[in-house]
């Protein structure tokens, strides 16, 4: 049964010895590393959209920690981004900042003011110990109830931070945060974020859970303890995604709770499935082909001229919305798993330890990217 398990989820021991096992972090770091370069090379307009699309990265790819290796959907990124976003507002605050926007707040809390990185690691901590409180009870979900629960959890923290007037603002702009989040802090976030989720996927615990994703019935009679395994996932998801909250929050300086709602649950959920929701690279991979397809609609609804003529092109507003739609649904339709299929980048294999290794282990059901 063990290796059966082990069959589906492509789990070759063979290939994982020596420095093989690190070339998917190596690689997604890179590609991260370059962007930032390349972007570090052109105007504020363009490294202002590159932030935004790493900050995406580090939400996707917490995203995946829990959805990709469980396999049950999960909704409630963005509630865990709110979390995250305020909690560190809160405590990096200056104390003047916070007696104008916030006059009501409790006396010890209206006095705190930590540096960005301890602010940073608060929201992070907060966001996870939700996870943690909500998801005994959750991760005992499967399937659409799973799904249902988490979207159920997005729309709690909308409502009770949209509401809470003396802590949050309510639905009011929350201004005055410190904005320290550039070019470097989001790409050295996003790097962190790829190695945080590559180390789990390689724990035992992330195996157990990736099997009990492909036969939940299987797992069970191996020995998986999958609530516990699921709740470990969703905590480090939640963590990793409370820091990109973080992040969002102290980009622009100011925080709304709608910034935190549907639109940005479906944009992760549409990221995270159109680059393929089975593997890290789909995640990476998906946060940045969206965030890249989300502006060349956004240059088209705005308008642009044609070089060299006086013609103005532009498209009605919402095209970007169908065309995100869109794309998801040709991808469920016709590549259900995704850009990268489920598969992780790798080096070429040759021949002779290809056909060793189906000799040994059989069909794993992977291939290189």
Not at 44 to 69: E, K, P, T
Not at 309 to 321: C, M, N, R, Y
């Amino acid at each position: 049964m063990a290796a059966s398990i082990s069959d589906r989820i492509g789990w070759r021991p063979a290939a994982r010895d020596g420095l093989r096992r690190l070339v998917p972090l190596a690689a997604l770091v890179g590609i991260v590393l370059t962007i930032v370069l390349l972007a570090g090379m052109g105007d504020i307009v363009l490294q202002r959209r590159v932030i935004f699309c790493l900050i995406h990265v580090v939400a996707v790819v917490g995203l995946y920690i829990f959805m990709g290796n469980s396999g049950v959907m999960n909704f409630s990124s963005a509630g865990f981004m709110a979390v995250g976003a305020y909690t560190s507002a809160l405590l990096t605050m200056a104390p003047g900042m916070k007696s104008t926007f916030l006059p009501d707040l409790p006396a010890w809390l209206a006095a705190a003011h930590l540096s960005p990185l301890w602010g940073a690691l608060a929201g992070g901590v907060m966001a996870g110990l939700m996870a943690l409180v909500i998801g005994i009870p959750i991760m005992r979900l499967s399937g659409i109830g799973a799904a249902i629960a988490t979207l159920s959890l997005m729309f709690i923290c909308y409502i009770v931070l949209g509401n809470w007037t003396a802590l949050t603002g309510g639905q009011q702009s929350l201004m005055g945060l410190p904005s320290y989040v550039g070019l470097w802090t989001a790409g050295l976030t996003a790097m962190v974020a790829i190695a945080v989720a590559f180390v789990y996927q390689e724990t035992r615990g992330a195996l157990a859970l990736r099997g009990s994703r492909e036969d939940e019935v299987a797992a069970r009679g191996s020995g998986v303890r999958i609530v516990r395994e699921r709740l470990a996932a969703f905590v480090v998801s939640g963590f990793v995604t409370g820091i990109a909250g973080v992040l969002y929050g102290h980009f622009l300086g100011t925080l709304r709770v709608e910034s935190f709602y549907l639109d940005l649950t479906f944009l992760l959920v549409t990221m995270l499935v159109v680059g393929g929701m089975r593997s890290l690279a789909g995640a990476v991979i998906g946060a940045i082909g969206i965030s890249i397809l989300t502006e060349l609609l956004r240059l088209v609804e705005v308008g642009f001229v044609l070089p060299g003529t006086s013609w103005s092109i532009a498209t009605p507003p919402g095209l970007g919305d169908v065309a995100l739609a869109a794309a998801m649904l040709l991808i469920i339709l016709f590549r259900p798993q995704g850009l990268t299929g489920g598969h992780e980048i790798e080096l070429p294999r040759s021949k002779t330890s290809t056909s060793g290794l189906a000799t040994t282990s059989g069909n794993t059901g992977t291939a290189n990217v």
